[in-house]
């Protein structure tokens, strides 16, 4: 049995606002908390039986524990098919340390508003082993429900954070790429093993601020190269080719 | 004014039994239906008087047109927030031609279900100059109005084959690709310019049936190579990394 104040917190959970007051988000699902146990230890779990019966080990004693049925669970989850467990997770953002992500591969999202397109790029990240994401202020929440439940563990092996985005870049001494639609030819330019990545908003792409920033204007070709096509590519796909193309150098 | 009865049939082409049966989908917005347009007649269009000011040279005597306000556009739009147009297009699906893949660069999805995913994948194959897609019977319908309004444009240079997947395969003459976990690295095999490039089931990836007439098996490497990280790449952003792959292999 679930409180019914515990019930308005979890549901809280789902606005940012009260994210940032409880510092906790909501994860869902077996496979997506089995993935964030390892890291991190949840502030509450309501779980059915079953998954407790399999995983109550992986929990520690500081962990609040509602054993629910199907129903219940239905009443706090903040998806539309709930499925065996629902954790409350610690929000545990680490400073930004810009010294540390001198010698890295760091991806820095210009207003990416859509929280689908946030998880899959955080994915693209954990594969292409990208550990720190720079978000600026109008990029979606990283914990907000769509983006936890797409990213899935990724969530837990990738830093994100969130900054006034110009004022790092002017700051940072590292090659800054970008694309653009009137950039160069990625296949033709040299790539540093190093560098920081930026992939801009849905609709408008870079912004202005942010472009002056960027010393190495990308651009993925289309092809055959120059032909009529779709104006530009989703940006998580973009995001994706960019990445596989940085490491394939490395490789 | 609309009249009931035809509210009822935009509202039924929400459905894929009803888009058969009629043959035709619906598009909304001014951006896509403007692009469109040039591609192919609409059946019926619901537009503001701003709209058709500005469009209707476009729109032939075949169309017929209901100028509307906002409220009445609310009334037959399938989306949450309509946009001054919405169209009812017909489909138009072409005999597939196994003759005329021979040369080309084909995708063929092998059960992927979100209409989203397989609305960037059209986005894709258009940037990349690849106009034939065959779809298992399995896989998201093309039609579907979150598929319609996520490919854009793409829609119409892109033709959609429907078809038995595994029958398609087993008579094609050329090289089939797919991504496996535990296929080869990509960078390291060679890569003809034409062939069928097999993508596979969100959860569940290529199916066996498909699987056994895939000639190359490729994987895309994560970094560093065979570390521990996201368990897979989202089906559309495998698609955009090794199409973008194959296409540079051309340049």
């Given at each position: 049995?679930?409180?019914?104040?515990?019930?308005?917190?979890?549901?809280?959970?789902?606005?940012?606002?009260?994210?940032?007051?409880?510092?906790?988000?909501?994860?869902?699902?077996?496979?997506?908390?089995?993935?964030?146990?390892?890291?991190?230890?949840?502030?509450?779990?309501?779980?059915?039986?079953?998954?407790?019966?399999?995983?109550?080990?992986?929990?520690?004693?500081?962990?609040?524990?509602?054993?629910?049925?199907?129903?219940?669970?239905?009443?706090?989850?903040?998806?539309?098919?709930?499925?065996?467990?629902?954790?409350?997770?610690?929000?545990?953002?680490?400073?930004?340390?810009?010294?540390?992500?001198?010698?890295?591969?760091?991806?820095?999202l210009?207003?990416v508003?859509?929280?689908?397109n946030l998880?899959?790029?955080?994915?693209?990240?954990?594969?292409?082993?990208?550990?720190?994401?720079?978000?600026?202020?109008?990029t979606?929440?990283?914990?907000?429900?769509?983006?936890?439940?797409?990213?899935?563990?990724?969530?837990?092996?990738?830093?994100?954070?969130?900054?006034?985005?110009?004022?790092?870049?002017?700051?940072?001494?590292?090659?800054?790429?970008?694309?653009?639609?009137?950039?160069?030819?990625?296949?033709?330019?040299?790539?540093?093993?190093?560098?920081?990545?930026?992939?801009?908003?849905?609709?408008?792409?870079?912004?202005?601020?942010?472009?002056?920033?960027?010393?190495?204007?990308?651009?993925?070709?289309?092809?055959?190269?120059?032909?009529?096509?779709?104006?530009?590519?989703?940006v998580?796909?973009?995001?994706?080719?960019?990445?596989?193309?940085?490491?394939?150098?490395?490789?």
């Open positions: 049995m679930i409180t019914r104040a515990r019930i308005k917190w979890i549901k809280s959970l789902e606005m940012r606002k009260f994210r940032l007051l409880h510092n906790a988000f909501v994860a869902e699902g077996p496979k997506l908390v089995g993935e964030l146990l390892p890291y991190s230890t949840p502030l509450y779990v309501a779980a059915t039986q079953e998954w407790l019966t399999e995983n109550s080990h992986l929990l520690s004693d500081l962990t609040e524990v509602d054993v629910v049925n199907q129903e219940e669970l239905e009443r706090v989850s903040l998806l539309r098919t709930p499925q065996s467990v629902l954790a409350v997770m610690p929000i545990r953002e680490k400073k930004l340390d810009l010294a540390t992500l001198q010698s890295q591969l760091v991806i820095a210009d207003g508003q859509d929280p689908g998880g899959t790029i955080l994915r693209i990240a954990d594969w292409f082993g990208i550990h720190q994401i720079l978000c600026s202020e109008g979606a929440d990283v914990y907000n429900p769509k983006c936890v439940q797409s990213c899935m563990g990724a969530l837990a092996r990738v830093e994100v954070h969130y900054c006034n985005l110009p004022d790092v870049l002017a700051c940072i001494q590292m090659p800054v790429y970008g694309t653009f639609l009137d950039g160069t030819d990625i296949y033709g330019e040299a790539l540093s093993a190093y560098g920081i990545i930026v992939m801009g908003n849905e609709g408008n792409g870079i912004s202005k601020e942010v472009a002056k920033l960027v010393s190495h204007r990308l651009y993925i070709p289309n092809f055959p190269k120059g032909s009529f096509t779709t104006e530009s590519l989703n998580a796909i973009a995001t994706g080719i960019v990445c596989a193309e940085f490491r394939r150098r490395m490789n």
